[in-house]
């Protein structure tokens, strides 16, 4: 199965946390996954630390690639067509962020592995 990781869910699982689901676990940890990790969650987590608002994410801050490669995620580039789409999307919900992981998730058709129901405003099909 392929998998576009939310942010959240990427620092949950790099961190062990329990917040995680256990079928999101189960999901990504399967070997026939296909796990991908959005270039906008290395902005947001890079962004949200330098703000202060994810202390503990300094590691992963200072090395998002190692954190992504280390655990055999494909990285995911933002293209025109993400962006786009992004903007177009019509819905009250105003995060950046959450707004490319959708457009990102439409247009690639992955489903987003979160917990955040602000992504079923966008119609996408969301696991956890």
């Known amino acids: 199965m392929r998998l576009l990781l939310d942010t959240h869910t990427l620092l949950w699982w790099l961190d062990g946390d329990r917040r995680m689901s256990k079928r999101a676990r189960a999901l990504i ?28 994410a300094a590691d992963v801050a200072a090395d998002v690639a190692g954190a992504v490669t280390s655990q055999v995620f494909v990285p995911l ?15 009250t919900h105003r995060d950046p962020f959450d707004r490319m992981l959708a457009a990102q998730s439409l247009v690639e058709g992955l489903p987003i592995v979160s917990n955040d129901e602000a992504f079923d405003l966008f119609g996408v099909m969301r696991l956890w």
């Open 29 to 56: 940890g399967r070997d026939s996954s296909e796990v991908f990790v959005s270039a906008a969650s290395a902005w947001e987590i890079t962004t949200k630390w330098r703000l202060g608002k994810l202390p503990g």
């Open 77 to 91: 580039s933002i293209t025109l067509a993400h962006a786009q789409l992004a903007g177009q999307l019509t819905t």
